[in-house]
């Protein structure tokens, strides 16, 4: 086949040597550095033996593992499956979507170990770790997986690394700005997670804008089974979201509340999505783009507030408004803010992350300030917002201010942080594909010869009947 | 390209502003009488500080949701996913199988919620909802996905819609009849989901009759990945059975022993239908149409049993059963009931879940008579048969009749609401699909241009060598 | 089509009758069996009520269902979609690789119900089973996907229901010899399911060596789609491993530490994978197969110790090595073993599960061997090792020395297990395909007509040009 493929690669791909070191160098110090850092907590330890007899825990049941493993294994399945497979709805970058995402988030996890530890689980020089700590890892790589969805198909996997370096490191400074020093509640991360996540992706994308980027246009589409794959990763969000939204929140009814809140929000979601999908197309078709993606936005929403006190028609609003704005935003935002704004957002982020995370956000604000000891209880109020110690003395109104403080927090550090990072991947150091080879996987994968005669048939029904 | 398609598309599928509002009307239908209605249970609700005073409950992992939250997960994904990717099999249905799933399944677990709360959960004029709930609204939603199967690719969304409604109705009317009235035990839904779901469904079918559908019969089968898609969702029906059947039994023996009956019967059923597979075929090759279902229908007729002392043989014996029976059908009924008794049966839920799903009543009803204190212990047999207060006096023999009668019931009400909605159904309103155009997602979904053009040569690789 | 397909079909593959009577006979026998031997065990039985007065339990969460279901129906995924998935990488063999593999372990589970219950359960002449049977014969299973990996494609159903049956049991009596009699500790199975499964199935695929494979070299690699499909089945592996190596872990911290531990070398595995898969390409560019199999060595080699105190920087050791391995392996090992040595192991099952296992089994010894009271404590030191009745006074440099014979014994029971069963499969009555139709559906599948005429095209884009 004289195809020429490629023809205008003027970039430096090759990650031969590049990319092995930057692994390599990176697991190695993450090596050291668990090994300076790094041991069980008391839960995890073989000393848990006496550790019950001084707590006095009469059954290993009460060991956390068992409160939150099963949440943990879900939290898991949607960081690897759940976000790796919505993003193949690309038809030629599934190789990337799924091998990209696997790559970053496994070292993601790593890192975000040592940094979340260095923040909340350092006693006595070390960092103890049990399975809530691995929840956490994943959560603070979730937010990457989310700004990789702005980026997906436009960088390479040095790329994606050091954004997980940077991005995680900032993610867990915000973190520990928001829960230690603002005493913010934020269980399921609307605040944490989605808005610092979207922004920050939403930024580095803008940075790293490609004003050619039309010349990839016809492998920015779907193809029929890859739509497929995607919702593979759509349901397994969606699914497992209420575990998402549960998995680090008290012991009891907290969990308990979180998992029926999300469990509503997404279900009221699900009906706005198909409605305004069918409503604002010509012909009233649904869109696989939104059924893959708006679904969603009502997990986001109740990241906040799923463990408050929300109540379950409470949540089945939150998740009836999102749906809308959520699909809105993919028909009328993404191409404003592509055209005007200059922001190429492949998988749609800011539609189902930016915008339901601070909905999230302020839900969340408003659900604490309302929060009365008649609907919580006495005991209930202080255990749901940790009124003790220094916090004593604060009120559901004041906390409410604290809440809408952690929005803005997170919003400026994920604009600052955006910036500092994609400044830094705009170095021509890393191998980022040219404009005409995106949402290619050809470019840093082996890919079945096959398959590629077919697609290329596909494209060119012309040339393949007259070879 | 000249192709004239769905050139008789006589009907009006259009459903720009049906699908909305019917979407939006409901939902806020479902805010509203979830703001009058619903709240949290008392172990979900904020007060549980206190309850668990109360209860003298010393530990939070007491909370229902710890006994019931990993088996929920699991329905969960067999009723989003499971159903969902089964229905996948179509090549040119996609979109819809699990898209429409979705859709009916999202609503239908929001009415369910309702309907069932109504009946079982109802104290002080408020429905109050945990986790359980949650199971039941799924497992109801379960039986509407039964009845999809039949009508698969030939119906509206709007229509899936209707027949929700209707169907979660009539399941919760059915279900307290058989639950509360006749106090008959059936946990994993062998009566109530499977019996009443897909009689209900080949109903509707048989009233829908299309007599001219053979003009979409090139797009009744499958393709090579469709039917690695489908099998995604057998594997997880399959695996997570035992979970289904466990998922609301009593805590602690009932629910271990239902996942160990159900585990016993779905591997004997996977041997027999494989044996029969290849056995009624003339070149003795396998068919994916019964490894796709009948394998699954061990876990259907061991529903009502799994929770009693069924013993892992009796398990066997009835998978073993289940799966040549379902087998059989496959080849033998299916074909007879579309030519001869009209009914169009897209999944063959005939056979998956009306023939399993009686036998699993059946099964039940003589477990449940053959209860003997020996077997079960003195306290064992009140706590497996719930012989207290009213049925205190109660013995194995007549709930052995009660059981029997439970299914007859089931199977009225499924043919009787069966009836009256295939008659709302085949109302014009609805914009349904013209023959011609059923099993094509292009009717109602977005659909990705190469991919067709792809799928075009396929069909025609005469006009793709010369166009 | 005048296409000569399988023109050279010396071979008499026609499975009509003898797959449903092997199906048949043995799922009978089984009942049979269950029927004579296996009942309930304590905490699945209806006498539960006395027995938990008899033990002094105060809530139904202390039954062992609650300690161990979510890992068992994680562990249920990995070997039904895990396996089954990640075995259909090969363009034309996904029926094969998910079917098959679904049949030889709904079957194998069940006679290893039996086997390892006479082995470990048998009490006053019956096999009592709970939810860890459940997870132990699944494990067993486990081994045997592992050695249908490497004769994947050129076998027929009965030639796997056959090694099976074999392998079941040898399986089984090694991990008597090993649990029992050299009391090792083996909790996610590096010697008794890797090593021993592994090199069974390598030497099982040297005695069936096919010279003539190359005939159908074109069908042994992947599509672009198949490729997708594989890494759902790489991702359930990856993701759920933590509960594979802590499922039958004792209560408490070791199935803590264990998920701890397995995720930690997991992580690090996936890092050295993508160095390697990169460095040893001349273009740099990743390889789908080692993605695919390379990032899950980790969790094969801390399968012995991640229930010990193996530490989280320790398991990233082991992570970083075995990616590694196994990527080279793949690079260069594979090819040797097939030229030279005439080992065709169609998955790598040489790199993924033989070397990591074996590297398991050393990394356990050790681990045990270096185990003080001063990491364990006291009580934590004999819990870890089960040093109580005649194993009171055995030190952990002892354990260490038994939990080498262990590798050594599980190594020698595979070579010997893997000829006898070899030789019994060359026997010329299972029906196996020619080498020329191997890697290929078609022989004991029906296999939908469009997509093969789609493939057909594919490969002969010439042909479908001018019909």
């Known amino acids: 086949m004289e195809r020429p493929r490629h023809q205008g690669m003027a970039k430096n791909t090759y990650m031969r040597w590049r990319l092995p070191l930057v692994c390599l160098l990176w697991e190695v110090a993450m090596i050291v550095l668990f090994g300076v850092f790094v041991r069980f907590d008391a839960e995890a330890d073989a000393h848990w033996e006496e550790e019950k007899q001084e707590k006095n825990l009469t059954s290993d049941i009460e060991n956390d593992f068992y409160f939150r493993y099963?949440?943990?294994?879900?939290?898991?399945?949607?960081?690897?499956?759940?976000?790796?497979?919505?993003?193949?709805?690309?038809?030629?970058?599934?190789?990337?979507?799924?091998?990209?995402?696997?790559?970053?988030?496994?070292?993601?996890?790593?890192?975000?170990?040592?940094?979340?530890?260095?923040?909340?689980?350092?006693?006595?020089?070390?960092?103890?770790?049990?399975?809530?700590?691995?929840?956490?890892?994943?959560?603070c790589v979730g937010s990457v997986c989310i700004a990789f969805g702005a980026i997906l198909g436009k960088t390479s996997p040095i790329q994606l690394l050091v954004m997980t370096l940077f991005q995680v490191t900032l993610f867990s400074v915000n973190e520990y700005i928001l829960l230690n020093l603002l005493h913010v509640k934020d269980a399921g991360g609307s605040m944490t997670i989605h808005t610092f996540g979207a922004y920050f992706g939403l930024v580095v994308t803008r940075i790293l804008y490609r004003p050619n980027l039309e010349q990839s246009k016809d492998k920015q589409g779907s193809v029929y089974h890859s739509d497929l794959f995607a919702m593979i990763g759509t349901l397994y969000l969606w699914m497992y979201w209420p575990s998402f939204n549960s998995a680090i929140s008290e012991h009891g009814d907290a969990q308990h509340r979180a998992a029926i809140n999300t469990y509503c929000s997404l279900a009221a979601c699900v009906l706005t999505t198909m409605a305004f999908s069918s409503m604002l197309q010509k012909k009233g078709k649904l869109d696989m783009v939104h059924i893959q993606n708006a679904t969603l936005a009502g997990g986001v929403a109740v990241g906040t507030s799923a463990e408050m006190m929300l109540t379950p028609y409470g949540s089945l609003i939150v998740g009836f408004i999102c749906g809308i704005v959520s699909t809105v935003g993919y028909v009328y935002l993404t191409p404003f803010l592509e055209s005007r704004l200059h922001i190429q957002d492949t998988c749609g982020i800011h539609n189902l992350h930016a915008m339901p995370g601070l909905i999230g956000g302020i839900v969340g604000a408003i659900t604490a300030a309302a929060a009365t000891e008649d609907v919580y209880g006495k005991e209930g109020l202080i255990k749901a917002f940790d009124f003790t110690g220094t916090y004593q003395t604060r009120t559901p109104s004041v906390q409410g201010g604290f809440q809408a403080a952690g929005i803005v927090v997170s919003l400026l550090m994920a604009l600052a942080g955006g910036a500092l990072v994609g400044a830094i991947l705009k170095l021509p150091l890393w191998g980022d594909p040219a404009a005409e080879n995106c949402f290619e996987d050809d470019i840093y994968w082996e890919v079945p010869e096959d398959e590629e005669s077919d697609a290329y048939h596909m494209h060119n029904p012309d040339k393949a009947s007259s070879p």
């Open 70 to 139: 099963p949440s943990f294994q879900d939290v898991h399945v949607m960081i690897f499956v759940g976000f790796g497979f919505l993003m193949t709805f690309l038809k030629r970058y599934g190789f990337g979507a799924v091998g990209f995402n696997f790559l970053l988030a496994a070292f993601g996890i790593q890192w975000a170990l040592l940094m979340q530890g260095w923040f909340h689980s350092f006693k006595g020089g070390k960092i103890l770790i049990g399975v809530e700590n691995l929840i956490n890892a994943d959560f």
